[in-house]
Every structure is written in C-alpha cells, then in structure tokens.
C-alpha cells in the first residue's frame, strides 16, 4: 500500500464541517442547522403545505447532498464524516425542523436513502423516533447499482440514481402532490468504472489496481447521467459522454437528455459511472422542471437523439492557391526531401518534446509530427509543384488545416523555404536529416523566447 496522500485540508477531523460552510457561505439560498451537518433551504417558508425532502450520507460524495437542496429538489440534507452514515440524532434534529417548518397543513416528510446499511439503519431510526413525535414520514430506499449481479453479495447500492430520483421527487413535491403519490418508483440503473481509488483524509488509498487494469463493478427512451467520480478531465468526460451516447443510439435507443458532470463523487477516484432513467413524457417533464440547487446543472430541454450537431463550413472562394498544381524539374527531388523530412521530424518527436519542456509545455515534437503525418497523407496523393509559391502555398494550406499552436504559423513555411533553397542550390541530400532538425529546433527555441 502507497503512503498517505495529502489533500488541500487543515485536518481530518474538520473538514466535513468547514467544507459545509463554505457550501453555504457561497450559496445565499442555503443555511445550516446549528450544532448539526445539516444544509437546509433558507426559504423553509416556501415548503409550507408541501412534501418536504431530506437525503444525506457519508460526506466525501459532493456534490450530494448538499449541493442538492434548493426549491424543486432536497429541502434539507444531513452529512456523516467521510464515508460514514449520519448520526440518527442529525437526521432526526433535520426531520423536526421541516416539519416545524412546514406545520401548517404539513404534508409530510420524504427520506430519500441511499441503499447502505448504515444509511438504511439510521434513518430508519430517526424516522420511527420522527413518528413518535407526531411526524408523517415516509421513506424511499434507491438501489440503482447494476454491478452487483451475485445474489451473495451485499446488494445493490444506492449510487447516481439517487441524484435524479431527488429531481424528479422535488418537482413532485414542488407541485403539491401528496406523500405517497411523491414516494415515487424510477427504473435506474448505474454501472461504475474506476482506474484509481479514493483515500480517506488522513488514510491511505482504499485499493490498489495494477497498471493496464481497472476495476469493473460498476427501442426505450433514456435519461443519461456520465458522472465523474472525482478525478478525471473535463476532456476524458467528454470522450466517455461521446461513447456513451453513440453506443445507446447504436442499440437502437433514444437518448432524450444527456447530464455530463461531477455529481456524486467519490473524493478523488480516477473513474465514472453512467446512470441511465427510463423515460417517459411525465419523467422528462418534471426532470426539465426549474430548481435552485445549487449543484443541479443548466440542462438544455431538447432531445439529443435526432438532432444535427454538425454545422457545415464556409466555403472558402476559390483563390490562386486552388491552382492547377503542376511538375517541374525539381519536383523530384522536392518530393524526396519532403519525405525526409517528414521522417525525421517523426524520428525526432520526443526529442524535440524534451526540448520544449525545458521552458514549454512538451508538446513541440508532437506538433510538428501532425504536420509530417498530414504532408505524408498529402504527398500520396497530390503531384509535388515545381513553382516554389505553389509548393509553399499548398504546404502552408496543409500545416494549416493539421497543425495547431504557434508552430503552425512559423516552423514548417520556414523549414520548406530553406530546404526548397538548399536543394535548388547545392542538390544536396546528404545532411537533410540535420538540416530538418537544426530549422525546427530554431525555430523552436525562438517561438519560446518570444513568448
């Protein structure tokens, strides 16, 4: 097992505590219950002959729950330490102060539980003590993990399902439905994937995967939530919503709404899980219904199966460049010399890498390979121009279309006007290699210095 990781926290104990207040210091329709983690709505008014919601778990999960209490979701959420279930004492201090709250023509009190023992356990007890205090409470257990499949397993477990089942019971209760038409059932399933663990503040990762490995377990109309599970890109979430929504489409289903995001985490696990919420019009209508959790995300209404997401270009006025490109004398030879260069500015990717990273982002080498690869593919099947300023232009049009960063503006015109030179002047083949790597580290090295 690797050591302890260190984490952006001034201790263990308190972070739960000082990561609640900074929820609500930053959020002006959140406040907290006094002596307890509890995040409430601050317009507790508003509920008042309504269905209140209450949900929570162990901390470590934001943005749930907290982040999801707010008018048409959660009216309150409890929090236990990290990993661990709230004390029953909490969620029943949370119950309470809702139905004071909402007394007056008092709809009841929903608990929307994650299935976990503890969880289950606790706010189970806190709801019967609710009772005995004269509370209508009922209570909803989500079970959405569809990784479990063997039966002598633990069960499934309350994951990313939970969050949508806060949204559609919110808009419930926000439209004044009763308890029991509120407790409503959703068809969810959630199925995670993780390539690192998560550490517990104050210690050590909780597994360990070999490199090359990750850890599995984890005709209808469908809500899709890619959720990550802490550490991955914003640019890895996108390629996996890519997936995602193509392999839904491929097997003939319809993808009506698509939430891509960090929405129940688990500290900094390198990983996600895809939830998916069979719909129906009803579903989607009180899914697109307005709410002011924070955490909740701005979600167009639209479909997403069916719709265009390709807009075509501009066509570009033919010009002198779109010229009749024709051979000369030393197209030959030009040709020649372009595909050394071509190899060996790919021979020298990682070199040119390491140079940049000197001062740079390490990227120099893999750019100008881009422009080798697009002028190799070019090369194949176009003639190589005699007229310099056809040659030039054509390869300024090819760097342009293929190769990004300010090397694409500067390197490859300045590296094809000395070879171009070179070989009109002295048809001279023999040091090619370093004349291709000398242009490029200059103009490499001056890009940096510029900048």
């Known amino acids: 097992m690797s050591s302890r990781l260190q984490k952006l926290i ?10 609640l207040c900074g929820l609500v210091r930053a959020s002006s ?19 008042r002959g309504k269905v209140a919601l209450l949900s929570g778990g162990g901390s470590g999960h934001e943005p749930a729950h907290g982040g999801y ?6 009216s309150a959420a409890v929090a236990g330490a990290v990993f661990a279930s709230p004390p029953p004492a909490s969620i029943l201090a949370a119950i309470l102060c809702l139905h004071s709250a ?3 023509t008092s709809s009841g009190v929903l608990l929307i539980v994650k ?9 189970g007890l806190a709801a019967e003590q609710a009772r005995n205090h ?4 009922d209570m909803v257990v989500v079970a959405d993990d569809c990784a479990f499949t063997c039966p002598s397993k633990a069960g499934k477990r309350g994951l990313c399902g939970t969050i949508l089942i806060h949204k559609l019971a919110g808009a419930l209760a926000d439209e004044g439905c009763s308890l029991q038409e509120t407790a409503l059932h959703c068809v969810a399933g959630t199925l995670g994937v993780s390539l690192s663990p998560c550490s517990v503040p104050g210690c050590r990762p909780s597994f360990e995967l070999p490199p090359g490995d990750m850890e599995l377990g984890l005709g209808d109309t469908l809500v899709v939530c890619v959720n990550n599970l802490g550490a991955l890109s914003r640019l890895e979430m996108a390629v996996v919503t890519r997936a995602a929504i193509m392999c839904l489409e491929n097997r003939g289903m319809k993808v009506a709404r698509v939430m ?3 929405f129940m985490t688990s500290l900094e696990m390198a990983g996600m899980s895809l939830t998916f919420l069979r719909a129906c019009p009803e579903i989607l209508r009180l899914f697109d219904a307005k709410t002011s959790a924070p955490a909740w995300p701005n979600l167009s209404s639209g479909c997403t199966s069916g719709r265009s997401y390709l807009t075509d270009p501009t066509t570009v006025p033919a010009g002198a460049h779109d010229d009749v490109l024709t051979e000369g004398p030393q197209s030959p030879a030009m040709r020649k010399v372009l595909e050394k260069v071509c190899s060996t500015l790919l021979e020298y990717q990682e070199e040119l890498n390491a140079l940049d990273r000197a001062s740079g982002d390490g990227d120099c080498g893999n750019t100008h390979a881009q422009a080798a690869k697009a002028i190799q593919v070019w090369l194949q099947s176009h003639v190589v121009p005699g007229c310099p300023g056809q040659l030039l232009s054509a390869l300024a049009t ?3 279309e293929k190769m990004g960063g300010s090397s694409g503006a500067v390197s490859v015109p300045v590296c094809s006007i000395q070879i171009y030179f070179w070989v009109v002047h002295f048809g001279d083949f023999a040091h090619i290699d370093t004349l291709c790597f000398d242009s490029c580290t200059v103009c490499s090295s001056r890009q940096r210095a510029d900048t």
Do not use: P, W
Not at 69 to 74: D, H, P, Q, S
């Open 398 to 400: 090819v760097v342009q």
């Open 69 to 74: 209490v707010g008018a048409g979701m959660l």
């Open 10 to 19: 001034n201790s263990a104990e308190d972070c739960v505590d000082e990561a």
């Open 29 to 47: 329709g959140l406040s907290l219950l006094r002596g307890h983690r509890v995040v409430l709505r601050s317009d507790l008014d508003q509920i």
């Open 102 to 104: 909402g007394k007056m």
């Open 115 to 123: 299935n976990y023992t503890g969880d289950r356990l606790n706010f």
């Open 134 to 137: 004269g509370v209508d409470v």
């Open 260 to 262: 891509s995001g960090s």
